[in-house]
């Protein structure tokens, strides 16, 4: 996925209210940036840290700039764009890219099933066989040298999971896709120090077979690409 425009370079002020960030430009000029990103961003709005923004010339939109990208300690690449990992997702399947995932017939997007969600991905083989793919976007590094998700509790995300595990239940196969968006993040685990709830689900759902797959995403300044996969860890078995 290459970005339309090349991206512009600015300093973070401070995001606010979720979706907006004041963003300074080289020349001097602070303008305000939709932040298309509705979770904590944790470690991935450090003061001072360098951005990179996209630029519409739509005259309709409210707000000109998009911030998409963020360097996170001084050395890594985080694109905070949460509209993208879907996208990434489902071009690498297409392109066989994802070898688990690899030879389904059908691949449609954003198709409804459990309790009234949407999955991200429905695979469809050719013999009627099916797999759900969710999924969730990567972005918190710890100081531990890990990546986490949740960055927040996300109640939401629990339910996905219980859905998940209600497909296979039916005879189908589902997949939890962790699409790490983030160059300094090599291994994957569930936030239990963020999430207590979130990591018990996901040890319970795995236990009924549903399959945890997580990929690296090469970023740059001019594209983004499904690169690698990555090892999930588990969670430590949490008290009652």
């Known amino acids: 996925m290459k970005f339309p425009t090349p991206l512009i370079e ?6 606010y209210k979720r979706f907006l960030s004041d963003i300074e430009l080289p ?11 509705t979770g904590s961003m944790k ?5 001072h840290a360098r951005v990179w923004l996209s630029k519409s010339d739509n005259p309709k939109r409210k707000l000109a700039y998009t911030w998409e990208l963020v360097e996170v300690d001084n050395q890594y ?17 297409a392109n066989g890219v994802v070898k688990e995932l690899a030879g389904y017939a059908e691949q449609k997007a954003e198709v409804k099933y459990g ?23 990567v972005t918190l590094l710890e100081e531990d040298g890990r990546g986490y998700f949740p960055d927040a509790v ?19 196969r589902a997949v939890m896709f962790f699409c790490v968006s983030h160059t300094g993040i090599d291994s994957v685990t569930p936030a239990a120090h963020i999430d207590k709830k979130y990591a018990q689900a996901f040890i319970e759902v795995v236990a009924k077979g549903v399959e945890v797959i997580a990929y690296q995403v090469e970023v740059s300044l001019q594209s983004m690409k499904i690169e690698r996969q990555l ?10």
């Open 10 to 15: 600015g300093k973070l002020i401070k995001r």
């Open 27 to 37: 020349s001097g000029e602070v303008v305000v940036a939709h932040c298309p990103n």
């Open 43 to 47: 470690r991935c709005q450090q003061e």
């Open 77 to 93: 690449l985080a694109c905070i764009n949460t509209g993208y990992p879907n996208k990434l997702v489902g071009e690498a399947i």
């Open 115 to 137: 309790g009234n969600s949407r999955i991200d991905w429905l695979l469809t083989g050719e013999d009627g066989r099916k797999c759900y793919v969710e999924v969730k976007n």
């Open 154 to 172: 996300t109640d939401r995300g629990r339910k996905h999971l219980y859905e998940l595990a209600q497909m296979v239940e039916e005879g189908h």
């Open 231 to 240: 090892p999930v860890v588990m969670p430590e078995r949490l008290d009652a």
